[in-house]
């Protein structure tokens, strides 16, 4: 894709492949950004992706549980059409506070946002990627950095595996395409 298709692309639709339920498998680093030895935990439930706005934007209702407790939250992404990119929001439940949020779109399938954070009072990068779409699976990294992005530190991944589409949608679900391109 050329610099200028890139720039007219309307990227409205990237998470259209999403909407349904999806078993999930979380493991979450601990302690991230420490001198102490990585600590994982690991977390299995569902994440549920609402679509809204004609799916300009989507909420994502996440639910999973491990020896470490429970992890509930949702994540509202908003579809920025001036700027052709996604803002992703999310809050947990334990503190019910929005983080700051990471901005990004999808070229090639794969989706990769950026954004600034805290992290202990100290200022931090987040990258949050997107990757191995296919039409039943997906895997979500984000990455820490304290070093202006020269190095980066894994701290959550999680796989999806489609459980239900939605149920009103009467075609497959096939990521890349919208839904509204399914054919005549």
């Not at 609402?50 to 949702?74: K, S, W, Y």
């Not at 090639?108 to 039409?135: K, S, Y």
């Amino acid at each position: 894709m050329s610099a200028a298709e890139a720039a007219a692309r309307d990227g409205g639709h990237d998470f259209d492949w999403e909407f349904g339920t999806w078993a999930t498998h979380v493991r979450v680093l601990r302690n991230p950004l420490s001198p102490e030895t990585p600590t994982w935990a690991e977390y299995e439930g569902t994440s549920i992706v609402h679509p809204l706005c004609d799916g300009r934007a989507n909420l994502v209702e996440l639910d999973v549980t491990g020896p470490a407790g429970r992890i509930q939250g949702v994540s509202l992404r908003l579809y920025v059409a001036e700027a052709r990119q996604w803002s992703l929001n999310f809050a947990g439940m334990a503190d019910g506070l929005l983080t700051a949020p990471t901005i990004g779109e999808f070229a090639d399938r794969r989706g990769e946002f950026h954004g600034a954070d805290t992290l202990h009072g100290r200022a931090i990068l987040v990258r949050f990627v997107i990757l191995d779409v296919t039409d039943d699976s997906a895997r979500f990294e984000q990455s820490y950095s304290a070093d202006g992005g020269r190095t980066w530190q894994l701290n959550w991944i999680a796989t999806d595996k489609r459980l239900l589409g939605l149920e009103k949608q009467d075609q497959p679900v096939v990521p890349g395409r919208h839904v509204n391109d399914a054919g005549s």
